[in-house]
């Protein structure tokens, strides 16, 4: 009930395109939908996130939108540059007594063909 | 520069040995969390904690232990008792309300 179900594994998008990645939860009690970006070596850093209030949130080129009745969320990339090709993780997390834990999907690792 | 800190970068140990994983913050947060990042599973919690001197199990503590005696201070201690040690640790930090943690640089720890 846990979990977070994130897909595809990988994505090859050409330089321009639109690059689209899906999440699946099941716990109705998360509140609060992250997408962290991660390069290589190097610790995820906060991309963008939404409530479940909201059904899209977009900041410059990166969007959420977010189904509540389906209980699904996505991140969409537009105009992808080079620039853009990292592992992308969404995440969802819930409000424990004393922690906000958040509980991530499998990650996806995008790259942007020049 | 505010951040978090986590050393060393890369660490190598031989089977059977304990060994601490170092993270340092300077953001003044009250919550410091550990992660293990596996290839192609997400991020997994092994402990969290909300305050000096208290410390909670994530998802996967076995095998590993934490203190928490000062604020800005979160040593994660892999056992010999951990079966997979290998793997990149990652040390996260929030203000207590808030979702939002921030991650250090993490450490990739090799075991043979």
């Known amino acids: 009930q846990q979990q977070v179900k994130q897909s595809p594994q990988s994505l090859i998008v050409q330089k321009g395109g639109i690059s689209i990645i899906n999440c699946a939860y099941e716990?109705?009690?998360?509140?609060?939908f992250p997408w962290y970006q991660q390069f290589p070596g190097k610790g995820p850093a906060l991309l963008i996130a939404i409530r479940p209030d909201v059904s899209e949130k977009k900041e410059g080129r990166f969007t959420i939108s977010f189904n509540k009745s389906a209980k699904q969320f996505s991140l969409h990339i537009m105009d992808s540059q080079p620039g853009d090709s990292a592992t992308y993780f969404c995440?969802?997390?819930?409000?424990?007594?004393?922690?906000?834990?958040?509980?991530f999907g499998q990650g996806t690792r995008l790259t942007i063909n020049p | 520069d505010g951040g978090i800190t986590q050393s060393p970068k890369y660490l190598f140990r031989k089977e059977g040995q304990n060994v601490t994983l170092s993270c340092e913050q300077n953001?003044?947060?009250?919550?410091m969390y550990w992660y293990r990042q596996d290839p192609g599973q997400g991020l997994r919690l092994i402990y969290y904690?909300?305050?000096?001197?208290?410390?909670q199990k994530g998802d996967i503590a076995e095998g590993y232990s934490v203190s928490r005696e000062k604020k800005e201070s979160f040593p994660l201690t892999v056992t010999s008792a951990q079966k997979n040690p290998t793997a990149f640790y990652l040390c996260a930090s929030s203000v207590p309300g808030s979702y939002e943690q921030y991650f250090g640089p993490g450490t990739r720890l090799t075991v043979t």
């Open positions: 995440a969802a997390s819930w409000d424990e007594v004393r922690a906000q834990k958040l509980v």
């Open positions: 716990n109705t009690a998360f509140d609060y």
């Open positions: 904690s909300q305050i000096v001197n208290d410390f």
């Open positions: 953001l003044n947060h009250d919550a």
